[in-house]
C-alpha cells in the first residue's frame, strides 16, 4: 500500500498536467488557424512596415513588436507569418502563468486554469493578433516570475534576469515603466537593497540603444504619448472607460473579481504588488481620461493578477469555485462564437479585419502611379501589404504623426506624378468620389507633385505680442533637406505658406501668408533667409501658439515649424 499511493499520485498529476497542456495545444492550433484565415487589423499592417524596416525605435512604440513579426513573415509571406510569433509568444506566456499558480496538479485545478485564461477576451485578441500588447504580456508574466525569484533570494543570476526582463518590458510598451514603478511603490524595501540598483542600471544600460534613438530623433515617442494624444475632456471618455474594464476582463467575472479585490487578498509581496499595479493602472488610466480617449488594452497587463487571484478563490472556495468555472466556460463559448464571426464572411457585418475591399479599388484607380493617402498611415501601410507596392502618407494639422514622417520615403515622389487619395473633408472640386468599405475617398491623379513634408521653417523672433488683424512680416529661415529643387507653383498642387494658431486642445485658425520677396523655388539641401507677410486673425485675445505650415493644392498644411508662443491683443 505504501507504494500503490504515491504512484497514484504520480498518474494524477500526470494527467492533471497532461489537460493544461494538451489543453495549451488546443489554443496553439486555434490561434494558428485564426492567424491564418482572418484579414488583418489596420495596425497590423503598419507593424509589419516596421519589421521590414528594423530599427532601434519607432514613432509610435519600441522595436519588439517588429522583432517579433520579421522572422515569421520571412518563413511565412502571409497573414498567418506576419502573425506566428505573436501566437507562439502567448503558448509561453500560458505556461509563465501555469508556473505562476504554482504549477497545479490536479485536474480541476488545470481546468480553472485554463478555462479563466481562455474566458479573457484580450487573451483571444492577443493570441493571433500581432500589436506590441502580445510581448508586453509575454514580458509581464516573466517579469513577475523573476520578480517572485529576485524577493526570495537576491542572487546574481535572479538580479541580472530582473534587469534583462526590465529592459525587455519597456522595449515591448511603454506602459511597462508603470508595471515596474507600481511595483516598485509596493515594496519600497526595494531601495535597500543594492541588487535592485544593479538589477535597475543593468535594464537602463539594455535600454539605451532605444534612448538614444528618442534622442537622435527629437523624441517623438515621448513628445506624442505625453502631449501629442490631449484632447478636450468629454464625459464619454470616462465612461467608456468603464465599461471597457468590464467588458475586457469579462463581464460574467467580473463581479466575482470586485468581490475578491473587496475582500483584500493580500497574502505576500507579490499579491502586494499585483494590488498595487491593478489599483494603480485604473487610477492612472482613469485619470487619463479627463485628458482623453484610453483604449480598452491599455490595461491588459492586468489580466495577469486578476486570473491567477480568480484561480486561487476557486480552488479554495468550492462553492464560489463552481460558480467562477460556470461562468468562466460561458465566456469562452460566447468567445468562440465572437472569433467564428471574424473569420466567416457575413453580409452586411463590417469587422477590423473584413475591410480589404477598398485596397483593390484604389489599386484599379491608381493603375500604375504610386499612392498617396491624406492622414492615413494604416491606410498606406494597409495597401503595401496587401498590392506589395509602396504607398505613401501626408500628414498635416488635422491628423497625428506617424513613423512615416520619420522615414524618407516621400522624397521618391518629388516631381512625380502620383494618385492622391484625399479624405472625404477634402475641399478638391475636380476629384473623384470613390466608396469602397463604407469609406469615402476623394482621389485625384496629380502632375509633377511637389513634396514639402520635411522642409523645415524657423521664425526669427520668439514670444512676440501680435494684435488681431495686424500685419505682421516674419523673418523665416527656410531649410530644404531633399536633394531635389521645390518648386512651389509647378503642377496641379502649388505650395503656399500658412500661419497656424492653437490653443491648447483646439486649432484656433490659419490664415494664407505670402513669400517676401516672391519666390518659386526652394534650393536642394540648402537654406536660405526669408519674409512672410500675413494678417493676424480676428480671434480672442489670450495666449496662443502659432506655426508655420507648407499647403499643398487645398489639402490642409503641414507644421512645417515648431510651435512658438504668441500673445494676441485687441
Not at 537602463?204 to 475632456?233: E, I, K, M, V
Request: hydrophobic content about 45%; some cysteine; proline content about 6%.
Amino acid at each position: 500500500m505504501n507504494t500503490v499511493k504515491p504512484a497514484l499520485l504520480n498518474i494524477a498529476q500526470k494527467n492533471g498536467r497532461t489537460l493544461f497542456f494538451g489543453g495549451l495545444l488546443g489554443w496553439l492550433l486555434l490561434n494558428l488557424l485564426q492567424a491564418g484565415l482572418t484579414g488583418l487589423e489596420p495596425d497590423e499592417a503598419y507593424y509589419w512596415l516596421y519589421a521590414r524596416y528594423l530599427d532601434w525605435g519607432y514613432f509610435d512604440h519600441p522595436p519588439m513588436v517588429a522583432l517579433l513579426i520579421r522572422p515569421g513573415y520571412a518563413l511565412i509571406p502571409h497573414e498567418l507569418g506576419l502573425r506566428l510569433g505573436t501566437v507562439l509568444i502567448q503558448v509561453a506566456s500560458f505556461w509563465g502563468m501555469w508556473h505562476l499558480a504554482g504549477k497545479p496538479t490536479s485536474r480541476q485545478a488545470n481546468l480553472t486554469l485554463l478555462l479563466l485564461l481562455a474566458a479573457m477576451p484580450m487573451l483571444h485578441v492577443y493570441g493571433f493578433v500581432a500589436t506590441p500588447d502580445g510581448p508586453l504580456l509575454l514580458f509581464t508574466v516573466l517579469f513577475w516570475l523573476c520578480y517572485r525569484n529576485f524577493i526570495t533570494q537576491a542572487t546574481w543570476p535572479n538580479t541580472l534576469l530582473l534587469g534583462l526582463v526590465m529592459a525587455l518590458l519597456l522595449y515591448s510598451k511603454y506602459h511597462g515603466i508603470l508595471l515596474i514603478g507600481f511595483t516598485l511603490l509596493s515594496n519600497l524595501r526595494l531601495l535597500k537593497l543594492s541588487q535592485f540598483y544593479l538589477a535597475a542600471a543593468f535594464g537602463c544600460l539594455l535600454f539605451l540603444p532605444h534612448l538614444y534613438w528618442q534622442y537622435t530623433h527629437d523624441f517623438p515617442s515621448f513628445r506624442y504619448h505625453l502631449s501629442g494624444r490631449d484632447d478636450a475632456y468629454e464625459l464619454k471618455f470616462t465612461l467608456v472607460y468603464l465599461l471597457n474594464q468590464v467588458l475586457i476582463f469579462s463581464p460574467l467575472l467580473f463581479p466575482f473579481l470586485v468581490g475578491i479585490l473587496w475582500k483584500n487578498p493580500v497574502r505576500n509581496p507579490l499579491d502586494r504588488a499585483y494590488l498595487f499595479n491593478i489599483l494603480g493602472f485604473w487610477g492612472f488610466f482613469f485619470y487619463t481620461t479627463f485628458k482623453g480617449h484610453v483604449e480598452p488594452q491599455w490595461t491588459v497587463v492586468l489580466t495577469i493578477p486578476l486570473v491567477l487571484w480568480l484561480y486561487r478563490r476557486a480552488q479554495e472556495a468550492p462553492r464560489a469555485g463552481r460558480r467562477i468555472r460556470v461562468a468562466a466556460l460561458a465566456s469562452v463559448g460566447l468567445l468562440l462564437v465572437a472569433r467564428l464571426v471574424l473569420v466567416l464572411p457575413i453580409p452586411g457585418l463590417e469587422t477590423p479585419f473584413n475591410n480589404q475591399a477598398w485596397v483593390s479599388v484604389i489599386r484599379e484607380r491608381a493603375g500604375d502611379l504610386p499612392v498617396v493617402f491624406e492622414n492615413s498611415y494604416r491606410d498606406a501601410a494597409g495597401f503595401q501589404f496587401y498590392t506589395g507596392r509602396r504607398a505613401y502618407t501626408f500628414t498635416n494639422i488635422n491628423y497625428r504623426q506617424s513613423q512615416f514622417d520619420i522615414w524618407d520615403w516621400e522624397q521618391d515622389l518629388q516631381n512625380q506624378q502620383v494618385l492622391v487619395a484625399g479624405q472625404g473633408d477634402w475641399s478638391c472640386s475636380d476629384c473623384d468620389t470613390l466608396r469602397p468599405d463604407r469609406r469615402t475617398y476623394l482621389v485625384k491623379t496629380v502632375d509633377s507633385l511637389q513634396v514639402v513634408q520635411k522642409v523645415k521653417l524657423v521664425p526669427a523672433i520668439s514670444n512676440p505680442v501680435w494684435t488681431a488683424g495686424q500685419e505682421v512680416v516674419l523673418s523665416v529661415r527656410v531649410f530644404n533637406p531633399y536633394n531635389q529643387i521645390i518648386r512651389l507653383r509647378t503642377g496641379d498642387l502649388p505650395i503656399t505658406p500658412w500661419i497656424i494658431f492653437d490653443q491648447p486642445l483646439r486649432h484656433a485658425d490659419s490664415v494664407a501668408a505670402q513669400w517676401l520677396p516672391a519666390v518659386t523655388t526652394f534650393a536642394a539641401a540648402d537654406s536660405q533667409e526669408l519674409r512672410l507677410k500675413f494678417q493676424v486673425p480676428q480671434v480672442q485675445a489670450g495666449t496662443y501658439t502659432y506655426a508655420i505650415g507648407l499647403q499643398t493644392g487645398t489639402l490642409s498644411p503641414t507644421y512645417n515649424s515648431h510651435q512658438e508662443k504668441v500673445v494676441i491683443s485687441h
